[in-house]
């Protein structure tokens, strides 16, 4: 006997994908704070303005031919280790050197 529409087998089938869709979302939303977290840094420490932050992530991740998340990661714990891979910090230098610092509203050298 085959099952119609919104019998159990429809249900179940339902529910497995809700699952998977939920699961995609807590993962991009911990990929999300992990950029965000990272982009901070470049704030902070770069001198860059949060859309350059983004740039320059960017940047890396695709000289470097690494995802972002990745590199995001990777610049995270560089902040708490101190250490972080030599491509990856050649490859931030330079795109920090093409996008900041970003000069400070009054400051003498405008």
């Given at each position: 006997?085959?099952t119609?529409?919104?019998?159990?087998?429809?249900?179940t089938?339902?529910i497995?994908?809700?699952?998977?869709?939920v699961?995609?979302?807590?993962?991009?939303?911990?990929?999300?704070?992990?950029?965000?977290?990272?982009i901070g840094m470049?704030?902070?420490?770069?001198r860059?303005?949060?859309?350059?932050?983004?740039?320059?992530?960017?940047?890396?991740?695709?000289?470097?031919?690494i995802?972002?998340?990745?590199?995001?990661e990777?610049?995270?714990l560089?902040g708490?280790a101190?250490?972080i891979?030599?491509?990856?910090?050649?490859e931030?230098e330079?795109?920090?050197?093409?996008?900041?610092?970003?000069q400070?509203?009054?400051?003498?050298s405008?």
């Open positions: 006997m085959a119609g529409p919104g019998e159990p087998a429809d249900e089938e339902r497995i994908e809700l699952q998977e869709e699961q995609q979302l807590k993962e991009a939303v911990t990929s999300h704070a992990v950029v965000d977290q990272a470049m704030v902070a420490l770069g860059v303005a949060p859309d350059q932050g983004w740039t320059v992530l960017r940047e890396v991740s695709q000289h470097t031919n995802k972002l998340r990745h590199v995001a990777l610049i995270l560089w708490r101190g250490e891979p030599p491509q990856i910090r050649a931030l330079a795109a920090l050197d093409r996008h900041g610092p970003t400070i509203p009054g400051s003498s405008e």
